[in-house]
């Protein structure tokens, strides 16, 4: 599987940016795909994850209510709708493919993940 992640830039605090992350190479219709971030001098953290089918999905608490995921079967591709942006969400994010069916407790977990697109970096500037 490969993944490509875009849609990163430079945008105010308060704004909005959508990353896209296509995969391609086998079918992922019964993966569960995530986002995960990683600001200078941080650990990578979990934003949010989705499951293929039936679409249930995980949030980090810091993004809840700001940002959503959402997945388009036909393109292959996870979308992340990033609202009211903050300056501390400024990372580079990167998504992730699962090979296995997880619950939602277990999609946080980056070791549950097999795949790993490159970085599209998010600067949100105060």
């Known amino acids: 599987v490969q993944l490509q992640a875009s849609g990163g830039g430079l945008v105010q605090a308060g704004g909005s940016l959508r990353l896209s992350c296509a995969a391609s190479?086998?079918?992922?219709?019964?993966?569960?795909m995530g986002w995960f971030r990683q600001a200078p001098g941080k650990e990578r953290e979990f934003v949010a994850a989705?499951?293929?089918?039936?679409?249930?999905?995980s949030y980090a608490d810091s993004v809840k209510g700001r940002f959503t995921i959402s997945n388009d079967n036909a393109k292959n591709t996870v979308y992340l709708q990033m609202n009211s942006l903050k300056p501390e969400d400024t990372a580079v994010y990167s998504c992730?493919?699962?090979?296995?069916?997880?619950?939602?407790?277990?999609?946080?977990?980056?070791?549950?993940?097999?795949?790993w697109g490159q970085g599209t970096l998010v600067t949100v500037s105060s």
């Open positions: 989705v499951r293929w089918r039936g679409g249930h999905t």
């Open positions: 992730a493919v699962a090979q296995r069916y997880l619950i939602v407790s277990v999609m946080p977990r980056p070791e549950a993940y097999d795949y």
């Open positions: 190479g086998r079918t992922v219709s019964s993966y569960v």
